[in-house]
Nanobody
Framework: EVELVESGGGLVQPGGSLRLSCAAS????????IEWYRQTPGKERQLVAKITRYGTVTYLRESVKGRFSASRDNARNTAFLQLDNLKSEDTATYYCVSNIPSGEYWGEGTQVTVSS
């Protein structure tokens, strides 16, 4: 069974940092791109970052450039999204996603709240 489990979210003050993790199982994690999305209720879902199987970041949302970074550890079947210098507008539920031959799979998400 394919599973993606995000963790690492929380409440943080503006300017703070969080490191999100996406633990994958049930498929050959090292062979597929991982995408990170975020969504706030009532707003459009946003693609935040995309990292290839080789660890190359091929997309980073303009508004997070210089503050967020994506990485992965294929040996641990885990992807990461480092969030630095967080702003209130980064508040959202963050999801990791993988498109594999059997379909598109989403995790349950992890909530990031940036507030003083």
């Amino acid at each position: 069974e394919v599973e993606l489990v995000e963790s690492g979210g929380g409440l943080v003050q503006p300017g703070g940092s969080l490191r999100l993790s996406c633990a994958a199982s049930g498929f050959d994690f090292s062979s597929f791109t991982i995408e990170w999305y975020r969504q706030t209720p009532g707003k459009e879902r946003q693609l935040v970052a995309k990292i290839t199987r080789y660890g190359t970041v091929t997309y980073l949302r303009e508004s997070v450039k210089g503050r967020f970074s994506a990485s992965r550890d294929n040996a641990r079947n885990t992807a990461f999204l480092q969030l630095d210098n967080l702003k209130s507008e980064d508040t959202a539920t963050y999801y990791c996603v993988s498109n594999i031959p059997s379909g598109e799979y989403w995790g349950e998400g992890t909530q990031v709240t940036v507030s003083s």
